[in-house]
């Protein structure tokens, strides 16, 4: 091959190679990930003393169609948990991340804090709890005793065992503490911003899709949940670099006060209405070039090193 030749198969090759890694550093992806895919999850816990033990032993809430939502610090707790699985984009960069559910029934507008269990690789065999958590049989680590009877699930991640009507540990920023109760935020879990029930003091019609974002500024009641632009997807960064926990990420979703009288269900990945699963919505950035990129450069330097030894004969 005349040195000419080869000098244009090089150049073709580096300009190639050139042009696919910039398409590759560039190609962000818009992602909407539900807790119906893969390993994905969605139930409420439930920490009540006006229900039957049956109910503090799981049964039922993982399977239903709509999970439910109340604050009252009294007796009548219930928490949304979800948990997507998000295995397949480790090793990317995520960013503009942000949650929606759609109402299934609202009767307040009121601010929903969104946290995100941060201790990422926690696994306790000794009481089955990890981000592995079982969808039909997770409740609170002490209550299958309490109650006296028996548990064959696993615990939420993040929780021990608990008075009726509260969460320990409890969720709070520090600033709007969840119970009523002031306490520094929990070392497991991180708030990520938060959505409000409805607008103008009412709430939400049934079907609507609420989306969380960084600072909310309710227009009722409470004081505005507020966390930085870029919280939510740290929290999902963090935990894809971790690899204990298999790219499951756990949320868990509550107002940000009391309220005996307010009560909220979203639907879960189980409703046969058409409405949308609860969603995690992000941009994923891949961190490394593509194959094809990376094998093209490796031909355009090899072009000049056989350019190199050309001229130097």
């Known amino acids: 091959m005349s040195t000419a030749k080869l000098k244009s198969l090089v150049m073709a090759a580096a300009f190639a190679a050139a042009g696919l890694g910039a398409a590759g550093a560039a190609q962000a992806t818009a992602v909407s990930v539900t807790t119906a895919v893969g390993n994905g999850a969605d139930t409420y816990l439930i920490n009540d003393t006006g229900t039957s033990s049956t109910v503090f032993a799981g049964a039922g809430q993982g399977g239903a169609a709509k999970m439910e939502l109340r604050n009252d610090s009294a007796v009548r707790m219930r928490m949304p948990l979800l948990r997507f699985d998000l295995s397949a984009y480790a090793g990317d960069t995520i960013s503009n991340a ?7 029934g609202a009767n307040r507008d009121r601010v929903v804090a969104v946290y995100g269990f941060t201790n990422y690789a926690y696994t306790n065999p000794t009481t089955s709890q990890s981000f592995d958590w079982s969808e039909a049989n997770t409740i609170y680590p002490g209550w299958a005793a309490a109650e006296g009877v028996a548990s064959s699930g696993s615990y939420a991640p993040g929780f021990i065992a608990a008075a009726a009507g509260t969460y320990s540990p409890a969720l709070s920023n520090g600033n709007n503490p969840v119970n009523g109760v002031s306490s520094a935020a929990s070392a497991n879990w991180a708030l990520l911003g938060g959505f409000e029930t409805g607008s103008g003091g009412a709430a939400s019609a049934v079907g609507s899709t609420l989306t969380s974002s960084a600072v909310v500024v309710p227009t009722v009641g409470v004081p505005g949940v507020s966390a930085s632009s870029t919280a939510f997807a740290n929290f999902l960064n963090g935990a894809l670099a971790n690899p204990g926990d298999n790219g499951l990420v756990t949320l868990a979703l509550m107002t940000t006060s009391p309220d005996p009288n307010a009560d ?21 950035t891949p961190a490394v070039p593509e194959p094809a990129t990376l094998g093209l450069f ?16």
């Open 298 to 313: 490796a031909v355009a330097g090899l072009g000049l090193l056989l350019l190199r030894k050309r001229k130097t004969a």
């Open 264 to 284: 909220y269900y979203f639907y879960t990945k189980e409703n046969t209405s058409g409405a949308a699963f609860p969603t995690l919505t992000f941009t994923a």
């Open 98 to 104: 942000s949650l929606s559910v759609t109402v299934a």
